[in-house]
């Protein structure tokens, strides 16, 4: 019974391959004949339905060697309708004979078939069985006087070779097959049906996802061994599976989370995958179009030299948005599978990089600019004085000197200025936060300049409600930025001018006002008001004595205090500083 068994297991699974492949091979040949002629009048139907083409065709027809002529252009659209030397070939035949005027030379001679009678007849011949052995169409082109036909023919060479590789394939496969089938015979003529049925439903519900049942085994020989083996191997996958979710839900979060965007693309430059960053830093919607690769990034590298790359290199360029400067990365990655690898790119924001290095730069050619001048002007006094000592009246010596004194005292002025945004800019500020009197430091400050008000004809006022609580931060910087606004507002005020200090408690803070009705600040100045070395009136400010650094550390020290300082201010009709600080430092910094 168990070689008779054996025999028809052999026997049906031989018979069973030995169909099968016939099938296939019929199938495959008769398949790869249609989609090979298929493909060939698909590819000539879109070629002659280019107008372009045809009107090309017919301008060519109309020319005295017309013939020569539509030749040419045949042969610069050779690439679109896959004309080579060996398989595919065009001519050029008179519209009456059928006679070849021009062609392709290397394919010998021609004949006359169904399609040229239908084209010599007036219409296209566009016909052919998927048994012939060619395939042709031939296109009626009027021109002037003279008609001509326009051929394209294949021998169907490649399609033969083809289906020769095919048939070998499948002869091939059918010889493995067989002794595949023998060795398989033998083995599952041995085995039992019941094992091999549980193992087939363990399988499927493992397949499915379900791990809850194990597979009791019964026996000790193989298929006992089996039935370990797979229960084992799905408690295994099981935690695998679940290892892999793990994994995966992780690099999902830091997939969505990350500040870099990342934007992956297959072989064919579709998008794949995104993450919010990369839609928020090139301001693209990616859904629900997504756009390619070339709508993305190609006007800055062709999609086909970042596939190209090889190994760990990488493409690395910049694109400027109108808010910010993008460093992006591109590199190819590999894979398996319907996508197999692609392009990946990994974009990064340089803005603030790049705002701070040109920051920078202007920052030191203020600096050497704001010191340049009165070095020079030092220098010329001194060379002065130098050269002409002896011919010089002492108070001409006297104020060449004073000028020297004067542009060192204003260099020294600039060095410190500049040390102390040094200190606030590493952080080594040598703030000491206590508690203090404000309304005691507004009158000194309102003492101090309440003359040089009055020798302009200023009248200066301080206005401070009775309930100004003492506030906590350090002291002598304080004064040093109420000092600095109200200096800001006796030198830009004209004389008969007027200037309130005004302060008051709003909630748990002091809001601290500087009033004046000065020559004001233009609109478009305002909001660079604070920057390092800026100035409205460069001129006029040098000329007054400023630095251009007394706003920026005013703001430092106020930002360091946890509070904040604005300015209003209209050109002609004046300006309006407000200093807010907390009463009460929140852990602010202490020396």
């Not at 398949?31 to 372009?52: T, W």
């Not at 023919?153 to 020769?164: E, G, H, I, P, Y």
């Not at 920052?363 to 001048?373: D, K, Q, Y």
């Amino acid at each position: 019974m168990k070689r008779g068994l054996h025999s028809k297991l052999v026997l049906i699974m031989l018979l069973m391959i030995a169909s099968l492949m016939t099938v296939v091979c019929a199938f495959l040949i008769r398949g790869v004949l249609l989609f090979y002629q298929r493909q060939f009048y698909e590819q000539m139907r879109s070629v002659f339905a280019n107008p372009e083409f045809v009107a090309d065709l017919r301008s060519a027809a109309a020319e005295p060697d017309g013939a020569r002529q539509m030749e040419k252009i045949l042969a610069a659209y050779k690439g679109q309708m896959g004309i080579d030397s060996g398989t595919r070939s065009y001519f050029v035949l008179d519209g009456t004979t059928g006679a070849v005027l021009a062609g392709d030379s290397e394919s010998g001679p021609l004949e006359i078939t169904p399609n040229i009678i239908t084209a010599l007849t007036g219409r296209e011949g566009n016909r052919s069985s998927w048994n012939a052995s060619y395939m042709d169409v031939a296109l009626p082109i009027s021109g002037g006087e003279e008609d001509y036909i326009v051929y394209i023919a294949d021998n169907k060479n490649t399609v033969r070779a083809l289906n020769k590789e095919l048939f070998v394939i499948i002869i091939n496969a059918l010889a493995v097959g067989f002794v595949i089938s023998v060795l398989l015979s033998f083995i599952l003529a041995k085995t039992m049906v019941i094992p091999i049925q549980s193992l087939t439903r363990a399988a499927e519900r493992v397949a499915s996802g379900d791990f809850s049942e194990k597979i009791e085994a019964r026996v000790d020989d193989e298929i006992g061994v089996l039935t370990r083996t797979f229960d084992n191997m799905a408690g295994r996958l099981h935690n695998t599976l679940e290892d892999i979710e793990n994994e995966r839900n992780k690099l999902s979060a830091v997939f969505l989370h990350m500040t870099d965007g990342i934007v992956a693309f297959s072989k064919d430059g579709s998008l794949i995958h995104f993450n919010p960053a990369a839609e928020r830093l090139l301001g693209i919607s990616f859904e629900p179009d997504p756009p390619g690769y070339d709508e993305i990034f190609g006007d800055i590298i062709s999609f086909d030299l970042a596939l190209g790359l090889k190994g760990s290199d990488v493409l690395e360029t910049e694109r400027q948005t109108e808010t910010s400067y993008l460093e992006i990365f591109l590199v190819p990655y590999e894979g398996e599978g319907r996508q197999g690898g692609g392009v990946l790119a990994v974009i990064h924001d340089i803005t603030e990089q790049r705002r701070s290095d040109e920051q920078r730069r202007e920052f030191v050619a203020n600096v050497s600019h704001e010191l340049r001048t009165p070095i020079t002007s030092i220098r010329s006094y001194a060379e002065t004085i130098e050269q002409s000592l002896e011919d010089m009246p002492k108070e001409t010596v006297l104020s060449f000197l004073g000028v020297i004194i004067n542009e060192t005292d204003r260099i020294g002025m600039i060095v410190k200025d500049l040390l102390q945004l040094s200190q606030f800019d590493s952080g080594r500020s040598d703030m000491r936060f206590e508690p203090f009197n404000l309304t005691d430091s507004l009158r000194r400050i309102h003492q101090a300049l309440i003359l040089e008000a009055a020798k302009h004809k200023m009248e200066m006022t301080l206005d401070t409600s009775e309930d100004l609580p003492m506030i906590e931060g350090d002291k002598s910087r304080i004064e040093q930025v109420i000092l600095n606004i109200v200096s800001n507002a006796v030198r830009y005020t004209p004389e008969g001018g007027r200037i309130v200090i005004s302060a008051k408690k709003a909630e748990d803070k002091v809001d601290i006002k500087v009033e004046d009705n000065g020559i004001g600040v233009p609109e478009e100045d305002l909001p660079h008001i604070f920057e390092r070395f800026y100035r409205v009136d460069k001129a006029r400010s040098r000329s007054m004595g400023g630095t251009g650094l007394g706003l920026a550390i005013s703001r430092e020290i106020v930002v360091r205090h946890g509070g904040t300082i604005t300015i209003q201010s209209q050109l002609g009709r004046g300006t309006a500083v407000t200093v807010t600080l907390p009463v009460r430092q929140g852990g602010g910094e202490a020396a």
